[in-house]
């Protein structure tokens, strides 16, 4: 199982590795984001949004920030981090699979609830603790969905 989530992370990690698609160029280009964007991923939140992301902005003294991109026009903070960007964005299915494989291993405290059909985003906020967040309709904004530490 914890060899499945493995290779569910690096294909995400992948797609974060590949061309910058131009609809995020833009959008990064509107959220006035100076600082090259070092990983990225596609958000899914339904049907009724479309090229959203989930980015991994560098700043000069270190570490960085996670924000979405194509949310409402505006971007949206998802946390800060310190190190280097690990960003990564699961399907719900993909996240209680991760979730599973958390649970199974003795080194590794908390897991991921994902709850409703949209992206779950994953970051590592510092070295050993990631946190992950997912768009609620309730109360319509990004909420933390899990969390563990290694």
């Given at each position: 199982?914890?060899?499945?989530?493995?290779?569910?992370?690096?294909?995400?990690?992948?797609?974060?590795a590949?061309?910058?698609?131009p609809?995020?160029?833009a959008?990064?280009?509107a959220?006035?984001?100076?600082?090259?964007?070092?990983r990225?991923?596609?958000?899914?939140?339904?049907?009724?949004r479309?090229g959203?992301?989930?980015?991994a902005?560098?700043l000069?003294?270190?570490?960085?920030?996670?924000?979405?991109?194509?949310?409402?026009?505006?971007?949206?903070?998802?946390?800060?981090?310190?190190?280097?960007a690990?960003?990564?964005c699961?399907?719900?299915a993909?996240?209680?699979?991760?979730?599973?494989?958390l649970?199974?291993?003795?080194?590794?405290?908390?897991?991921?609830?994902?709850?409703?059909?949209s992206?779950?985003?994953?970051?590592?906020?510092?070295?050993?603790?990631a946190v992950?967040?997912?768009?609620?309709?309730?109360?319509?904004?990004?909420?933390?969905?899990?969390?563990?530490?290694?």
């Amino acid at each position: 199982m914890v060899a499945v989530c493995v290779a569910a992370a690096l294909a995400n990690a992948a797609g974060a590795a590949a061309a910058m698609p131009p609809d995020l160029a833009a959008l990064a280009g509107a959220a006035r984001i100076t600082a090259s964007i070092s990983r990225w991923c596609p958000v899914r939140a339904g049907v009724e949004r479309a090229g959203v992301y989930a980015v991994a902005v560098p700043l000069p003294s270190g570490g960085g920030r996670f924000l979405v991109l194509g949310w409402h026009d505006q971007a949206i903070e998802l946390a800060r981090f310190v190190g280097p960007a690990d960003l990564s964005c699961y399907t719900p299915a993909e996240a209680r699979q991760l979730d599973g494989g958390l649970r199974e291993t003795q080194t590794v405290l908390g897991g991921i609830k994902p709850e409703g059909s949209s992206s779950v985003i994953c970051g590592f906020v510092e070295p050993t603790s990631a946190v992950c967040w997912q768009y609620s309709a309730t109360v319509r904004a990004f909420v933390t969905v899990g969390r563990w530490t290694t």
